[in-house]
């Protein structure tokens, strides 16, 4: 550090802030509300999902205003961690190559930035589907503004939309948690420990000694 003070692997470091937690949280929350609400309005068979929101027709509300949240905070989430979601360098490769470390070897895994390539993936995924469930979504709800033939394509293109994200988000949520233990804590206090960041994230932390 700078300063040259003395640190540890269990000292505390800031690793989001108030703004980015909650855009997270409103993304990921409206997320899993369309994920219920949607799968009740496919499968009128489940309708004990409706009957937990009420009724159909509250369950439809809630579906599109989840849908208006979904789309206003994948936005700003989109553009706020562009910069270390979408750009992919050399060591992004070469981490692709080693499987992260998750899958036949430890060896040869290169120091991550504030994303790893899996969640430089994962990113690229989520706003490309951000993007397709948000237009199709705002076309289905206001069928009588588009053409009938655009109207009736966007059903299965959202359909192919939830598949996507719904493999991705539970993958996403398994490695926030059992996966990487000690990752959640970023999206709920904003800290990590050193040692978690050295190991996760190392080219990041280097980074973050520098400017503090």
């Known amino acids: 550090m ?4 003395k640190t540890s692997g269990y000292d505390l ?8 937690r909650i855009v997270h949280w409103l993304f990921a929350g409206s997320c899993i509300l369309l994920f219920i609400t949607g799968f009740g309005l496919m499968f009128h068979t489940l309708s004990f999902i409706s009957s937990i929101f009420g009724g159909y027709y509250i369950m ?3 579906h599109n205003f989840s849908g208006l949240t979904f789309a206003v905070s994948g936005f700003f989430a ?9 750009v992919f360098t050399g060591d992004d490769i ?3 190559a080693t499987g992260g470390g998750y899958l036949w070897t430890k060896e040869g895994v290169p120091e ?3 994303f790893n390539a899996g969640q430089k993936l994962y990113y690229v995924l989520k706003a490309s589907t951000w993007i397709l469930m948000s237009l199709t979504g705002i076309i289905m709800w206001f069928p009588f503004s588009f053409p009938r033939e655009l ?5 299965p293109l959202h359909a192919l939309g939830v598949a996507a994200l719904a493999g991705s988000v539970i993958l996403h949520i398994f490695l926030g948690t059992f996966g990487n233990p000690g990752t959640v804590q970023s999206m709920l206090s904003g800290k990590c420990t050193r040692a978690w960041a050295k190991l996760q994230h190392g080219k990041w932390l280097s980074e973050y000694d520098r400017k503090h």
């Open 151 to 155: 109207v009736i394509f966007c059903y």
């Open 2 to 5: 700078s300063n040259g003070a």
């Open 60 to 62: 439809k509300y809630v």
């Open 94 to 96: 070469r981490w692709f």
């Open 78 to 86: 989109t553009i706020i961690w562009f910069r270390d979601g979408a």
């Open 112 to 114: 991550s930035g504030r």
């Open 13 to 20: 470091v800031d690793v989001t802030s108030a703004f980015e």
